[in-house]
């Protein structure tokens, strides 16, 4: 018969070999800049992948479902028809989204499944 010392090393050995199954079977994708992410779309191109960028001032279309992202010197279409949308979408905000690139008419488009908004700076200026 095992000891109660040996059984609580066994089921700490076994939650242990658990844990790190996961992590190594699901690992986390790494966030991406627009331009990683256009320097080599077709690598990307059907991909589940996550991006961090800034919502273009002005590009929010809630007709359509779309705006536009962009990093330093690149930006990609956001299309969020069937995203879960954090509060906050809004312009000049930093979003985090995770989705497929896809090429849609021969322009690269972020199909988005989450999107997940920074909250607003209290530094911010406000408008009077």
Partial sequence: MLTHRTRLLLIGA?????????LLI???????TIEEVLNDP????????AIRGEVLDG?????????VIHGETMSLDVDFSKAAVS?????????????????????????AEIIKTS???KYEEQAE
């Fill in 119 to 121: 909250c607003p700076s």
């Fill in 42 to 49: 077709n690598s990307l191109e059907g991909r589940k992948i």
């Fill in 59 to 67: 590009s929010i279309d809630n007709s359509t479902n779309s705006f």
């Fill in 87 to 111: 509060n906050g979408l809004d312009d000049n905000r930093t979003v985090y989204a995770e989705g497929t690139l896809i090429k849609k008419d021969g322009v690269w488009v972020f199909e």
């Fill in 14 to 22: 076994v939650l242990t070999l658990a844990l790190a199954a996961t």
């Fill in 26 to 32: 699901q690992t986390p994708e790494a966030t991406r």
